[in-house]
């Protein structure tokens, strides 16, 4: 467990890389990467610059670069980069990457290895869905 700031010396200035105010376990925090308090990633690597928000709870998951995770999210086996998820996303087993992607929200996106596998949305008026194979 740890918390706390660490910075680097490089060009004759000190950087700050990594503010971790709430629980890393057993985890790789890599570049610019802001933890906030009540946070706990578990068991995952998170890859600046990213963001986990207040509260949010990442386990046996990837977050990407350019990744903002907003308050009282949870993250479960998934990867996620170049995304941002809003307030209270729930996303979990999901077999694909999800990435450059806009997550409002209390928005819940959750996958499983059930069969028969299938596909089901619901979407609001003039949404847009792009999957690919």
Do not use: H, Q, W
Request: charged share 30%; net charge neutral; with cysteine.
């Amino acid at each position: 467990m740890r918390s706390g700031a660490r910075s680097v010396r490089g060009t004759g200035r000190l950087r700050k890389i990594e503010e971790v105010a709430g629980v890393v376990e057993e985890s790789s925090i890599e570049g610019r990467v802001v933890v906030e308090e009540g946070a706990v990633v578990r068991r995952s690597v998170v890859r600046g610059p990213s963001y986990i928000g207040r509260g949010s709870v990442v386990e046996e998951s990837y977050v990407g670069p350019y990744t903002s995770v907003g308050e009282g999210c949870r993250l479960v086996r998934v990867e996620v980069e170049n995304s941002v998820l809003m307030d209270r996303v729930e996303l979990s087993d999901l077999g694909v990457r999800v990435f450059n992607s806009l997550i409002g929200s209390d928005a819940v996106v959750s996958g499983g290895e059930g069969r028969p596998r299938g596909l089901r949305l619901i979407l609001g008026e003039r949404s847009g869905v792009e999957l690919r194979a």
